[in-house]
């Protein structure tokens, strides 16, 4: 969804939107220890597949032309962004749903000027 205001004096773009995403089957990492051979007692890494996991999140922009600067600045622009996601696994091995994403921040933000 997004809103521009064309009043005299403008916002800019405010842009908003959210997702959720239900995923079959994330792979997920297990440590467990070596039980026989040469590396026995030994931890070891193992990616495996969980049975389900979904993501959901919100994202807020807003975008500003800088039309009061003089001058050859008189175009720039800015722009600022932020993310903010929840990610939920279901690890068969624990008794408990873990609420963190292994390849990505909780939440993330950025700004820009143009």
């Known amino acids: ?20 995403k239900a995923l079959s ?6 440590v467990s220890q070596v ?5 026995q007692g030994l931890s070891q890494l193992a990616p495996i597949n969980g ?3 979904h993501i959901a999140g919100i994202e807020m922009a807003w975008q500003q032309r800088l039309s009061f600067l003089p001058g050859a600045l008189k175009g ?4 600022a962004k932020l993310q903010l996601h929840h990610f939920a696994c279901y690890v068969p091995q ?5 609420h963190r994403s292994p390849h990505a921040a909780a939440h993330g933000s950025e700004q820009l000027e143009f």
């Open 1 to 20: 969804m997004s809103w521009w205001n064309t009043t005299s004096k403008p916002l800019g773009v405010i842009q908003g939107g959210f997702f959720y």
């Open 35 to 39: 039980t026989a051979g040469k590396y």
């Open 51 to 53: 049975p389900s996991a």
């Open 94 to 98: 624990r008794s408990r749903r873990a």
């Open 76 to 79: 720039m622009g800015v722009r």
């Open 25 to 30: 089957n994330p792979i997920y990492t297990v």
